[in-house]
């Protein structure tokens, strides 16, 4: 084949090439879709591959979560594990048990001791136990009388008279007498002087009888009638009223 001939061969074969590549330029033009391929398209689209993640210098990935987003991404080691939570919610603590004498209604605040006129003839230093109205008295100089809230003795057991203070104990032990176990045989012949004992921290005893002033392990008894004679006060104000009286005392229970 002659030079020209074969020049115009390549040149023929050329322009084919070209046009072909022309041709598929218009496809390659059309704008980006961003839909969805639709359930009938043929269109395979792979999933970008994920970059890979930047390891977090160790000062900074001991820092926990950084508040999310971009900056956590960067240096939380992206996006594999969820976020920490930023807040928590609060969880109420599991409720205490309720002691026993928690759950007993407080003693009414006029039982709390207190200062009030007094009018009568009793001299000072004479205690007035008024059995009705739930109040013990001692009377002071001046035209006064210190008030006390007690417990009395329940129906049936309630009394009156003058007595005198004979004894004084501190912290006394409790024996309880043969009627009284009779009535209530659960109860111990004798108990050892403490804050578990029935008659508390103080007991002032009233003549020969089976009867005291005492403290008591009950406060919340205090304003009722529930004993069975004797006369029942808090622990710290029968600790009061003991200093300030003494064996010989004039006690008179109305």
């Not at 046009?19 to 059309?30: N, Q």
């Not at 009938?40 to 970059?51: C, S, T, Y």
């Not at 002087?193 to 005291?212: D, F, H, I, K, V």
Request: charged share 20%; hydrophobic share 40%.
């Amino acid at each position: 084949m002659s030079r020209v001939m074969s020049r115009v061969v390549v040149r023929a074969l050329s322009r084919a090439s070209l046009a072909s590549v022309f041709a598929a330029l218009p496809a390659l033009a059309a704008p980006l879709s961003l839909e969805p391929p639709r359930d009938g398209d043929n269109a395979i689209i792979a999933p970008a591959a994920p970059p890979a993640p930047i390891a977090a210098p160790a000062r900074v990935a001991a820092r926990g979560n950084m508040g999310g987003g971009f900056i956590e991404y960067l240096f939380g080691g992206g996006n594999d594990a969820a976020p920490a939570p930023r807040y928590q919610a609060a969880v109420a603590p599991a409720a205490a048990p309720v002691a026993e004498e928690d759950a007993r209604p407080p003693m009414d605040p006029k039982y709390l001791p207190q200062t009030v006129a007094y009018a009568g003839p009793e001299k000072p230093g004479t205690i007035i136990i008024d059995t009705p109205n739930r109040f013990l008295y001692l009377v002071e100089p001046g035209g006064v009388a210190r008030r006390y809230g007690i417990g009395v003795g329940r129906p049936g057991f309630t009394w009156a008279g003058v007595r005198e203070i004979t004894a004084k104990r501190e912290w006394p032990d409790w024996r309880p007498p043969p009627e009284m176990i009779a009535r209530q045989p659960y109860l111990p012949t004798f108990m050892a002087g403490g804050p578990e004992n029935p008659l508390g921290a103080r007991a002032m005893y009233l003549g020969s009888t089976l009867y005291r002033i005492h403290g008591s392990n009950e406060p919340w008894t205090i304003g009722t009638a529930v004993s069975s004679g004797c006369i029942r006060m808090r622990n710290e104000d029968v600790i009061d009223l003991y200093g300030r009286v003494k064996v010989g005392t004039r006690v008179i229970v109305i």
